[in-house]
């Protein structure tokens, strides 16, 4: 499976983004989609997930300014972006958690898109 990420862009503090993630394959009931950050020298983070069945989670420090939806019919998640800070500079990686043909999770990984925030 492939995921294509797009919507990066840069933005001034309290804008809005909106990211899109398409898989290359129908994801299944056992499938979580997600979204995580990086900025330099710091691990990547979670920002949001979702379920299949929409069961989603947020790092705190984006809750309530953040919004993760997926389209299952057209195998897309997004994340809506709202009243972005500074803080949220990143480079933003699409991310599908999958159960791999012998039974593992494994972590299949976008290409990342630059979110830059200005103050």
């Known amino acids: 499976v492939q995921l294509q990420a797009c919507g990066g862009g840069l933005v001034q503090a309290g804008g809005s983004l909106r990211l899109s993630c398409a898989a290359s394959?129908?994801?299944?009931?056992?499938?979580?989609m997600g979204w995580h950050r990086q900025t330099p020298g710091k691990q990547r983070e979670l920002v949001a997930s979702?379920?299949?069945?929409?069961?989603?989670n947020y790092a705190d420090s984006v809750k309530g300014r953040f919004t993760i939806s997926r389209d299952n019919a057209k195998n897309m998640v997004y994340l809506q972006m709202n009243n972005l800070k500074p803080e949220d500079t990143a480079v933003y990686y699409c991310?599908?958690?999958?159960?791999?043909?012998?039974?593992?999770?494994?972590?299949?990984w976008g290409q990342g898109t630059q979110v830059t925030v200005s103050s």
């Open positions: 979702i379920t299949k069945g929409t069961i989603t």
């Open positions: 991310n599908l958690n999958t159960i791999e043909s012998r039974g593992y999770r494994i972590n299949v």
């Open positions: 394959r129908s994801t299944s009931w056992t499938d979580i």
